[in-house]
T-cell receptor, first 113, second 116 residues
Framework: SQQGEEDPQALSIQEGENATMNCSYK?????LQWYRQNSGRGLVHLIL?????REKHSGRLRVTLDTSKKSSSLLITASRAADTASYFC?????????????FGKGTHLIIQP | NAGVTQTPKFQVLKTGQSMTLQCAQD?????MYWYRQDPGMGLRLIYY???????DKGEVPNGYNVSRLNKREFSLRLESAAPSQTSVYFC???????????????FGAGSRLTVL
């Protein structure tokens, strides 16, 4: 079953605006990761936040995590046309295990020039 | 670096035919995975291999078999394809990050399979 659910399913904004995507999950996590998928391509890892962290930055990306609400958000600032893609959150089970990640259904982001 | 390489990129099968999707990684990762991606469903884990010589079922293993041939290669086999297996299949490999203990995946470009 899907453990990570992104919201909204689709988002269309103007270039230069900020884009915010949310992710909710149901069970405890060790870490939460965000991936990007360009059309027709594989997923690419963007950023990881551990369960004991509340906020993380990487370039134009900002991720927050609220474990009490079981939710995370991904903010892309000053969006560009090249940011058009689908974004997925993935729950890491942690504990050093290699049993894969559980992905949500994704948010499809369109940046309009 | 090639990363994760999947073959074939596209395949059309008739119901009941068999085929094998090949995957190889050159990053010396211990763990490898097969996911399928369907519209509106996100990615679902089919099988994974935590290390060479081991394989385990994921969320949707029915109708599939896997082989971890060596550390580099992990294949997915459909013995008798069904239309419900029409999907895009992704192979991934991973490293466990020392500081966080997190499992970060590197994906291949995908294999689009259509079963008629």
């Amino acid at each position: 079953s899907q453990q990570g659910e992104e919201d909204p399913q689709a988002l269309s904004i103007q270039e230069g605006e900020n884009a915010t995507m949310n992710c909710s999950y149901k069970t405890s996590i060790n870490n939460l990761q965000w991936y990007r998928q360009n059309s027709g391509r594989g997923l690419v890892h963007l950023i990881l936040i551990r369960s004991n962290e509340r906020e993380k930055h990487s370039g134009r990306l900002r991720v927050t995590l609220d474990t009490s609400k079981k939710s995370s958000s991904l903010l892309i600032t000053a969006s560009r046309a090249a940011d058009t893609a689908s974004y997925f959150c993935a729950r890491g089970h942690g504990g050093g295990g290699a049993d894969g990640l559980t992905f949500g259904k994704g948010t499809h982001l369109i940046i309009q020039p | 670096n090639a990363g994760v390489t999947q073959t074939p990129k596209f395949q059309v099968l008739k119901t009941g035919q068999s085929m094998t999707l090949q995957c190889a990684q050159d990053m010396n990762h211990n763990s490898m995975y097969w996911y399928r991606q369907d519209p509106g469903m996100g990615l679902r884990l089919i099988y994974y291999s935590a290390s060479e010589g081991t394989t385990d079922k994921g969320e949707v293993p029915n109708g599939y078999n896997v082989s971890r041939l060596n550390k580099r290669e992990f294949s997915l086999r459909l013995e008798s394809a069904a239309p419900s297996q029409t999907s895009v299949y992704f192979c991934a490999s991973s490293e466990i990050r020392r500081l966080s203990g997190a499992n970060v995946l590197t994906f291949g470009a995908g294999s689009r399979l259509t079963v008629l």
